[in-house]
């Protein structure tokens, strides 16, 4: 019996900095993953994460190299955003679809003017397809909703990311580069 049935895998896990880049065991939990016991996390490591490794110097060099590529491309003002595609405000870990742009009105972010009044910045409501996480002092809470200020002579506005896709996404491969060539000394000669 023939199955033309396909058995689905499991999407690829995301490479992380230390996967790609030069990376040594962590010089604070040497390598484990765990230090010192804490009731909130555990054992976990906080410099490497629990993940016993961490970036070297010239690892930490090429990885910043690659974040102000990626920067460059995806860094937009939000007059450059538009339903349907990817983006990330300030504060947000991923990308997340735009369902919805509202028109411009005047913000609730508000600043002073010098004369103890309030400057309104224009602002449009930004609306995602799924809810966001957000962080506040009161925890963390769900939304979709987000107020976007535009750019204006009181205000440079508020930055957006929006994703070009992963065919124009620089690829970080390509930025790794071989460490620096140790140079030893020679020993002095000693005058006899």
Not at 44 to 49: E, G, N, S, V
Not at 104 to 110: A, I, L, M, Q, T
Not at 114 to 141: K, Q, Y
Request: proline share 7%.
């Amino acid at each position: 019996m023939n199955n033309t049935e396909t058995t689905p895998t499991a999407p690829a896990k995301p490479k992380l900095a230390t996967d790609i880049f030069e990376s040594e065991p962590c010089s604070r939990c040497w390598g484990s993953g765990t230090y010192s016991y804490c009731q909130a996390y555990g054992t976990r490591c906080f410099k490497c994460a629990g993940r016993s490794v961490q970036l070297t110097k010239h690892g930490q060099k090429n990885y910043s190299a690659w974040r102000a590529a990626v920067d460059a491309i995806t860094l937009k003002s939000v007059a450059d955003l538009t339903v349907g595609c990817s983006a990330k405000l300030d504060g947000m870990t991923k990308y997340y679809e735009v369902a919805a742009i509202s028109e411009v009105h005047p913000g609730r972010v508000g600043h002073g003017d010098g004369n103890g009044g309030t400057i309104w910045l224009p602002a449009v409501t930004v609306t995602f397809t799924r809810p966001v996480p957000v962080t506040t002092v009161f925890g963390v809470h769900k939304q979709t909703e987000f107020e976007v200020t535009l750019p204006s002579e009181a205000s440079k506005g508020s930055e957006v990311r929006i994703h070009p896709g992963n065919d124009l996404m620089p690829q970080a491969e390509a930025f790794v580069t071989a460490p620096p060539v140790k140079r030893t000394r020679k020993p002095k000669e000693s005058a006899a």
